[in-house]
């Protein structure tokens, strides 16, 4: 098994909601990582998880809340946002922080009105 | 900081090769990877290559790194419709947590 499952594929969310997207896998991975991807550009990164703890957090608004409840899982929560963090969401595992593979998921799309 | 860019669009005839290329500014670079990203999907590694190393060949990829001009390209011989895409070139650099940096982004279009 050499996925990263994200779901939902799609949500839509107004700027008062509170929803969360989540990420799996099951390869034994212990750094996983969201991306943030917007039209046309390419995915940068926003926080890195290493063995379940926050390791790198780029300065991301806190209207964004990252969660690794287990070694497999890796939530983002998110909460007020704004139309333009409308973006694709990307998750990705790798068997450490500095492994030379890493593992994307098929992210989620999001879109906020 | 780190910079990675490649153009915006390339252009191939089926069955024709394609050259993708990319240029990087990190000298302490370890590792750079090319990823291909279909519409609204994630993105798929394709290959990578150690700094250390100046040519991989994986069956119709070959990855050509020229580390002194600090270049990287990707050649996809025979290349077919089902290659087309959107390719990020990255470059992983050597501090810290070892940040991987994406370029622009190549949108291949392969033209029946």
């Known amino acids: 098994d050499t996925e990263v499952t994200q779901t939902p594929k799609h949500l839509v969310m107004g700027m008062t909601n509170k929803k969360s997207l989540k990420c799996e896998q099951h390869?034994?991975?212990?750094?996983m990582y969201w991306y943030k991807q917007k039209a046309k550009k390419p995915p940068e990164l926003m926080f890195v998880?290493?063995?379940?703890?926050?390791?790198i957090n780029e300065s991301v608004p806190s209207r964004f809340s990252p969660e690794c409840p287990n070694s497999s899982l890796l939530n983002l929560h998110l909460h007020a946002l704004q139309p333009e963090d409308s973006a694709l969401y990307l998750c990705?595992?790798?068997?450490?922080?500095?492994?030379?593979?890493?593992?994307f998921g098929q992210g989620t799309r999001l879109t906020v009105v | 900081g780190e910079d990675v860019e490649q153009s915006l669009f390339l252009s191939v005839r089926e069955g024709d090769s394609s050259v993708i290329n990319c240029t990087y500014t990190d000298s302490s670079s370890t590792y750079l990877y090319w990823y291909k990203q279909e519409p609204g999907a994630g993105l798929q590694l394709l290959t990578y290559?150690?700094?250390?190393?100046d040519m991989k060949q994986d069956q119709r990829l070959t990855v050509l790194l020229n580390k002194k001009d600090k270049h990287l390209s990707l050649r996809i011989a025979d290349t077919q419709t089902g290659d087309s895409a959107i390719y990020f070139c990255?470059?992983?650099?050597?501090?810290?947590?070892?940040?991987?940096?994406f370029g622009t982004g190549t949108k291949l279009q392969v033209i029946p």
């Open positions: 290559i150690f700094s250390n190393m």
């Open positions: 998880y290493s063995y379940e703890k926050l390791s």
């Open positions: 990705a595992s790798s068997q450490a922080v500095a492994e030379t593979e890493a593992f």
């Open positions: 990255a470059e992983r650099n050597s501090g810290g947590y070892q940040k991987v940096t």
């Open positions: 390869m034994g991975h212990r750094a």
